[in-house]
RNA sequence: UCCUCCUUAGCUCAGUUGGUUAGAGCGUCGGACUGUUAAUCCGCAGGUCCUAGGUUCAAGUCCUAGAGGAGGAGCCA
């Protein structure tokens, strides 16, 4: 049996356009943008599956129709009929040759141009933002990475499962919570549901959640929200061991989906794909807390380098890249002062200004290397990674890295401390090249109802909210693991966005409720 | 909570040791142009220099306080 979905309007979608061509066909969207000629009118149009220039052509429409196209503003809404006609020059492969066009909707004076702008402002207008290009391209690779994560699971035999948002208690302690009432009780967003998620593979196995995720950090960084979705397998009968290899395996999948069905968007975005030409052949690093200690403090050579080395040959390089852009600017303003027409003015102008940014942008860098260099020599044992050091690690390798046996007494609670060093808790965090972040932390799960008891005790937190929890240890306890990925992260690194804020239609992040 | 920086036209910004009537590009609007790719060319309009107070003959520029924003630290996915 075959579903057939109902054949609702005859209505060609731009991303179907390339079935018809040479056809006569109908079509809708949005003006993003319009140039004219004497007796012609190049309408890009946009509908949410794709970008297509049309053409308005005054000898083949009547005077009214071409007038309206002439009045044509940025995002009014238009029924469009034309044929279909390939143009290799088009972002499609085709173009749109009008024969008639009937105006939906006006749209005036709108507040977003083709030129840049602040993130202040597009932020105050994110609703409209949301219309552009690359965020059409992010909101794209964010639907498909969502996509493969459930057919990853479903694949495996995962069943999904949601955890609750309104919590009683935290079920890590530490992170401030955001509080809300529950009729007369206190209650609290979720900032994770793995506790939750512990219950349910006890009933079904292997399990899955994906939902939002709340934590009211007051962090102003690229890689902070308040609100943001996380993505939370929990399996029964695993060690830590067998839950690293399901994460290499999971992100693999992910990965090498994503730059198969999004290439459009990820050449819209302009993102430097070779970055991710060893993820699948190559096996991801995994190195002890220990070890990975060593290398931030410059003790281990990796490739026959050590940290400090790669960090000071960036430095060079950096600096050298800066002296190379100011010398381009040199050369740009000399010509622009020896006299150039206006056009080639704008773009020497151009060029500059984007080379001046760049210059901006290198000099934070190469003013964080001595910082970085200073905070790993005088990286402590025992302490959790800053941004720094997780960078500091990243730089060593060219795919993610997974990061292992760490200290229990910077992980959460319910963390399995490893029985042959008891100072040490069998989790596991996975570090993104480039800076990206920490994207997955996991681990196997305590079993021990002792140890946790008097862990509970020692984080001071409400022994009576964790009874239903210690049960799960009473009745047929089994090794148990599992893992958290932030959504937003990985869609950060997969697209290569300056800030995770671009990676969720609506982001809430410290200063920012609406719209 | 702490540190650094920013706030000038609708947008992005420039504005010299404080000195006449505050500028540019883009956008809007009007015009030219029959294949444009952030089109190009010509023209018009557009200002509470974030707010309050202070120094000064004179403040966009200096000082104090406040508001808003950006980046980072801590914390984290």
Request: charged share 30%; glycine share 8%; net charge neutral.
């Amino acid at each position: 049996m075959s579903f057939q979905f109902p054949k609702i309007n005859k209505m060609i979608q731009i991303k179907d356009f390339k079935n018809f061509d040479g056809k006569t066909v109908d079509t809708q969207g949005w003006v993003m943008n319009k140039r004219s000629g004497k007796g012609l009118e190049f309408i890009i149009l946009r509908d949410g599956s794709g970008f297509a220039q049309c053409i308005v052509n005054a000898d083949d429409v009547s005077e009214d129709i071409f007038n309206t196209a002439n009045k044509l503003t940025q995002e009014s809404s238009v029924k469009l009929s034309g044929k279909i006609v390939k143009d290799e020059k088009q972002i499609g492969g085709y173009e749109l040759h009008v024969t008639d066009l009937e105006l939906i909707g006006t749209s005036v004076d709108y507040p977003i141009s083709n030129k840049e702008h602040g993130i202040e402002f597009l932020m105050d207008h994110r609703h409209l933002w949301l219309r552009s290009k690359r965020q059409w391209a992010i909101l794209k690779i964010r639907n498909r990475l969502i996509y493969a994560i459930n057919t990853f699971f479903q694949k495996e035999g995962f069943v999904q499962t949601d955890s609750p948002i309104f919590t009683p208690n935290a079920a890590e302690g530490s992170t401030t919570l955001f509080s809300s009432k529950y009729y007369d009780d206190d209650a609290y967003l979720a900032q994770t549901g793995q506790l939750y998620g512990e219950a349910m593979a006890m009933a079904m196995g292997k399990i899955y959640t994906f939902g939002p995720t709340f934590r009211a950090e007051k962090s102003k960084t690229r890689r902070h929200l308040s609100e943001f979705w996380m993505i939370e397998p929990e399996m029964a009968f695993h060690d830590n061991a067998m839950n690293m290899d399901v994460i290499e395996s999971f992100l693999k999948y992910i990965i090498n989906d994503v730059l198969e069905n999004c290439k459009t968007e990820l050449e819209l975005l302009e993102r430097d794909t070779t970055v991710f030409k060893n993820i699948s052949s190559e096996r991801f690093p995994r190195l002890t807390y220990d070890e990975a200690v060593d290398i931030i403090k410059g003790k281990k050579k990796i490739n026959g380098k050590t940290s400090i080395e790669v960090l000071e040959a960036d430095l060079k390089e950096l600096k050298q890249q800066i002296e190379d852009n100011k010398a381009e600017i040199k050369a740009k303003e000399k010509e622009i002062a020896g006299g150039v027409k206006k056009g080639k003015r704008n773009f020497l102008q151009n060029r500059i200004d984007t080379l001046k940014n760049d210059i901006h942008k290198l000099e934070i860098k190469a003013g964080n290397i001595p910082k970085w260099i200073e905070s790993a020599a005088n990286f402590e044992y025992g302490n959790d990674f800053g941004g720094s050091d997780e960078t500091v690690i990243t730089i060593m390798f060219d795919v993610p890295v997974m990061v292992y046996n760490w200290p229990h007494k910077i992980k959460a609670f319910y963390m399995k401390r490893d029985a042959a060093s008891p100072e040490l808790a069998k989790g596991v965090d996975v570090l993104a090249p480039e800076g990206y972040g920490e994207i997955v932390g996991g681990g196997e799960r305590e079993t021990d109802l002792n140890l946790l008891l008097s862990k509970i005790e020692e984080h001071k937190l409400p022994m009576k909210e964790f009874e239903w929890y210690l049960d799960l240890r009473k009745y047929g306890s089994v090794p148990h693991a599992g893992f958290g990925l932030g959504l937003e992260r990985t869609v950060a690194w997969v697209c290569g966005t300056q800030h995770i804020r671009e990676t969720i239609p609506f982001p809430r992040y410290y200063g920012r409720l609406r719209p």
